[in-house]
């Protein structure tokens, strides 16, 4: 909450109700419709990282899960991924442990795709990289002694854990199913329908941020460009460990607009439009699925 006061302090929200009445909604349907695609997709790709550890999943149940976990991380932030693993696990032959091992395989995956992007808007934008960057960390103070403190305390848990494995039989079991899981890509990486399906995920990002340029006409000439900033920006911003990237996302967005001439409160407006008509779009879609999941679940059972 203090980051979003921060970064709308100064906006006079008034003028945003104002503002909607200029918004052409289609565009912004247009990137729901896209969202749907992005969720297939990741099941998808999530689906290949899993099958060699199960033989019986489907993108259809994956997909409502992916949307049913998303859905939950409003509510609970940040546990969205052990969310979607339990889920997995009630509905398929493969067990939480596994699952959750291929989910943070597939956010280190995330994580090297993101880095590639960056590196093209460094190429293409260097200045306004080294904007974002400064953005980015200009109100992080840096205490030496808290992360020394934190890289002792992960030091001591790393030892602690790996004592735990040697002596108990069960955490040694779930471990091995864990790293089972973490390894899935590399009988993947190289795989054509695994690259393509990551390729296009990314894609779908791109154009799901840049179709919402042409909803406003502040931003209607904006290109590729600016698309390719907002994207990094705000994939960076949904890293930030606050509830669904609200306030860090929005204030990454608005500031990488201003280098292509575009005014602090008309970026907030163009980030609140594109992250809250995804917020919409997932309380709308996540109770479909989860209606759609539990029925699945109730079958699954009986």
């Known amino acids: ?13 008034s003028d945003f109700f104002i503002r909607l009445d200029s918004v052409q909604y289609s565009w912004i349907l247009f990137s729901i419709f896209i ?6 997709l990741r099941a998808f790709r999530w689906n290949i990282l899993m099958k060699h550890n199960s033989n019986s999943l489907s993108t259809y149940i994956t997909t409502n899960i992916i949307i049913v976990s998303y859905f939950t991380a409003l509510i609970f932030p940040r546990l969205n991924d052990f969310v979607r693993c339990y889920l997995i696990s009630k509905t398929n032959t493969i067990n939480l442990s596994t699952s959750l091992g291929t989910v943070v395989s597939e956010r280190i995956i995330d994580l090297i795709s993101l880095f590639i992007l960056a590196f093209f808007l460094l190429f293409l934008e260097y200045e306004i990289f080294i904007s974002l960057l400064i953005d980015l960390f200009s109100n992080i103070e840096l205490d030496l002694q808290s992360i020394f403190f934190v890289i002792f305390i992960t030091i001591i848990s790393i030892y602690i854990f790996s004592l735990f494995i040697k002596k108990n039989k069960f955490i040694s079991k779930k471990f091995n199913e864990f790293k089972s899981g973490f390894y899935a890509f590399k009988n993947v990486y190289y795989r054509s329908d695994f690259l393509l399906s990551t390729l ?9 941020g840049y179709v919402i340029f042409f909803s406003l006409p502040e931003t209607s000439h904006l290109g590729f460009n600016a698309g390719l900033s907002i994207l990094v920006a705000g994939t960076l911003g949904m890293i930030v460990p606050v509830n669904a990237g609200i306030g860090a996302y929005h204030f990454l967005v608005a500031s990488i607009l201003l280098n292509y001439g575009i005014s602090y409160d008309t970026g907030l407006f163009f980030a609140t439009l594109i992250h809250g008509s995804q917020i919409v779009a997932l309380i709308f879609f996540g109770f479909i699925s989860s209606v759609l999941l539990f029925t699945a679940i109730r079958k699954n059972h009986e």
């Open 1 to 13: 909450m203090v980051l979003v006061y921060f970064v709308f302090k100064k906006v006079d929200l």
């Open 35 to 40: 969202s749907l695609l992005e969720h297939i």
């Open 200 to 208: 296009f995920l990314w894609v779908i990002y791109y154009i799901m």
